[in-house]
């Protein structure tokens, strides 16, 4: 029953770090695709005006 307890806080700290990690990686995934469009469009753009 101890042992439980004493796991506990762990678990749910890992959990926590589990989270904060997804969202990290989450960001991550966003900024790369917001970088992606921005490079396609001044693309376009730079190819317009030639």
Same mark, same amino acid.
């Given at each position: ?16 770090? !589990? ?5 990290? !990686?989450?960001?991550?995934?966003? !900024? ?6 921005? $490079?396609? $469009?001044?693309?376009?753009? !730079?190819?317009?005006?030639?």
């Amino acid at each position: 029953m101890m042992e439980e307890k004493d796991e506990n806080p762990i678990d749910s700290q890992i959990e926590v770090l !589990n989270y904060d990690m997804e969202r990290v !990686n989450e960001q991550k995934l966003i !900024n790369l695709l917001i970088e992606i469009i921005v $490079t396609i $469009t001044l693309k376009e753009l !730079n190819e317009k005006s030639d």
